[in-house]
C-alpha cells in the first residue's frame, strides 16, 4: 500500500518534472562546503561536530549554552541564504517583509507554542548564527583550511511581535562573513528549492539530494563508495553501519522519486553511481 506521504511526494515530483526550476521561479543554490560535508541530522550531545569526507573535514562548535544547528530547519535556511548571495551579491541580506513571509520562502507554515514552527526556526537561526566553522583539506602533500562562519552580525526583529503576518519598521537582516559569501560566490551548486520542500521531513534526504546533484555534475565514470565512506560523510549518529544503510536506503528512495535521471543503485558493498544528468542547469 502507497502511504499518504508517498502520494505526496509523488505529487510534487510530478510538478518539479513538468516545469523546470528556473521557469518555475524555484532555482536556488547551495555553498559546496555544506554539502561535501554535512550538519548534524538530530540534536548533537556536545557543543563540537565535525564530519569527515574523505581528506575533506567540516567542524562545527558552538557556545554550549546555544548549542549546534541540526536537522531540517538550518538546511532550509543555508539554502536560502545561498540563493540570495547568488540573486543579490550582496553580504547583508534583507530577510523578508515579515516572519511570516520569511517563513513561506522556506517552505514553513507558521505555527505557535512551544513546539511549534516559528519557536524551533528562530532556535535554528541562532545556532546557525552563533556556530563556528572551519573546513579543512589535508593529504600527505597539503594541508588548507578556511573558516566560513555564516554570519558577522544580525538583527532578528520578529519575535517580539505578536502579530506573524505585520510588516515592521525595522527590516530583520542578516550579514554574512566574508568566508561564507567568498565560498557561495565562488562554488555555487546549483538546486530545486521545490525539492528542498518536498524532502524537508528528512534532513538525510535534503543532504542526499545535495550531494547527487552536485555529484552528478562532474562525475565521468562509473564509481562505487563503500558503505563505511558514506556513513562516515552522512551518517555519523546512526551507531551501527546497518542503521545508517536502512536510513540511506530510505532518504534515496525519496530522492530518486524527485531526481528521476540520478542512475544511482544500492549494493552489497556500496552506492553505484553512473555518470548522470545533474537535476538542476544554470
Not at 502520494?7 to 518555475?24: N, P, R
Not at 536556488?28 to 562546503?33: K, L
Not at 549518529?237 to 542503521?243: A, I, S
Request: aromatic share 10%; hydrophobic share 40%.
Amino acid at each position: 500500500m502507497i502511504t499518504k506521504s508517498a502520494l505526496e511526494l509523488l505529487s510534487q515530483a510530478v510538478a518539479i518534472e513538468d516545469k523546470a526550476a528556473k521557469d518555475a521561479g524555484a532555482l536556488g543554490f547551495m555553498a559546496r562546503a555544506m554539502i561535501q560535508a554535512t550538519m548534524p541530522h538530530s540534536k548533537p550531545s556536545g557543543n563540537e561536530f565535525e564530519r569527515r569526507n574523505g581528506n575533506y573535514t567540516l567542524t562545527m562548535l558552538s557556545p554550549a549554552r546555544v548549542g549546534l544547528p541540526y536537522g531540517t530547519i538550518p538546511r532550509l535556511l543555508l539554502a536560502w541564504i545561498s540563493s540570495e548571495v547568488v540573486r543579490t551579491q550582496e553580504r547583508t541580506l534583507i530577510l523578508g517583509d515579515s516572519l511570516s513571509d520569511f517563513m513561506w520562502q522556506l517552505g514553513m507554515v507558521p505555527t505557535g507554542g512551544r513546539w511549534g514552527s516559528i519557536t524551533r526556526l528562530r532556535s535554528q537561526m541562532l545556532k546557525l548564527v552563533s556556530c563556528s566553522i572551519s573546513c579543512r583539506y589535508s593529504d600527505p602533500e597539503r594541508d588548507t583550511a578556511k573558516k566560513i562562519d555564516v554570519a558577522d552580525s544580525y538583527d532578528f526583529s520578529w519575535w517580539s511581535r505578536n502579530e506573524v503576518h505585520q510588516t515592521g519598521i525595522w527590516k530583520s537582516t542578516l550579514t554574512l562573513s566574508e568566508g561564507f559569501y567568498n565560498e557561495v560566490i565562488a562554488h555555487p551548486v546549483p538546486i530545486d528549492m521545490r525539492a528542498l520542500k518536498a524532502l524537508k521531513k528528512s534532513p538525510l534526504a535534503i543532504d542526499v539530494y545535495f550531494w547527487l546533484t552536485y555529484r552528478m555534475s562532474y562525475l565521468s565514470t562509473e564509481t562505487m563508495i563503500p558503505w563505511p565512506l558514506l556513513a562516515e560523510q552522512f551518517g555519523g549518529e546512526y551507531g551501527r553501519l546497518r542503521d545508517f544503510k536502512a536510513a540511506m536506503k530510505d532518504a534515496l528512495r525519496q530522492v530518486l522519486t524527485i531526481y528521476t535521471t540520478a542512475n544511482v543503485e544500492p549494493t552489497t558493498a556500496g552506492l553505484k553511481m553512473l555518470p548522470s544528468k545533474t537535476h538542476v542547469l544554470r
